[in-house]
């Protein structure tokens, strides 16, 4: 079947925000203050807010560690199941907008100013252990932002990266089959059972079908 054209897609995605997810003030305040403050306008959309909330629910998790805040859009999903969110941001700005927008909605995170991979270290020689760790930040660094969440994530726990199929396609044929592409290591990675979930979406792309997918992992 070929991929239906934009407006069809705009549609079932509007029709699934729609009747699948509740308006929140507080999500949409947060959004919008984001933009207020020229945050970059790449935060996850309301249907893959729900989504990471629902598997959070579905694993449990009481203890969420997020790569890569923004405005906090995300965080607010996850503090909103209960979970006490840790969130990296390296961005002094960015975590600024963040903790106005937690603060707005009546919620609490530890949002940590630094670069992923000075403070992913620091985590875990801490003792620090996570139930769901989600990754959306630097495309290229997502190998080594999933190694140390596979350190950092109890057993059963769950992995979730982001934009996995964007930076594929980016590689082109021959990145994608490399040794070094983070599905074929997480594929040979024994801590972990993981799969590819490709998506469609054009609300990211306005005019055009946005491809993307996200690579979930549950550590053995």
């Known amino acids: 079947m070929p991929i239906p ?5 705009s549609l079932i995605e509007d029709t699934a925000e729609q009747h699948l997810t509740t308006p929140d003030q507080h999500l949409t305040h947060a959004l919008a203050n984001s933009a207020q403050h020229n945050l970059p306008s790449i935060s996850i959309t309301p249907l893959q807010g729900q989504h990471l909330s629902l598997l959070a629910q579905l694993t449990h998790a009481q203890s969420v560690l997020e ?5 906090g859009y995300s965080t607010i999903w996850f503090a909103k199941t209960g979970a006490r969110v840790t969130s990296i941001e390296i961005d002094p700005k960015h975590r600024a907008v963040a ?3 937690l603060h707005h909605a009546g919620l609490d995170a530890n949002i940590v100013l630094g670069a992923a991979l000075d403070v992913l270290p620091r985590l875990y020689e801490a003792g620090d252990r996570f139930d769901f760790v989600f990754v959306d930040a630097d495309w290229g660094e997502q190998w080594e932002y999933f190694d140390w ?3 950092l994530t109890r057993k059963g726990g769950a992995i979730y990266v982001d934009n996995v199929v964007q930076m594929m396609m980016g590689d082109g044929e021959d990145g994608v089959k490399s040794e ?3 599905v074929v290591r997480a594929g040979k990675d024994e801590r972990v059972r993981a799969t590819l979930v490709p998506t469609i979406s054009a609300h990211k792309n ?3 079908a946005f491809i993307d997918g996200f690579l979930l992992a549950i550590v053995l």
Do not use: C, D, H
């Open 99 to 101: 903790l106005e927008n």
């Open 67 to 71: 790569i890569g805040t923004l405005g």
């Open 149 to 151: 969440a596979a350190k």
């Open 5 to 9: 054209n934009t407006t069809l897609l």
């Open 206 to 208: 306005p005019g055009n």
């Open 180 to 182: 070094g592409s983070l």
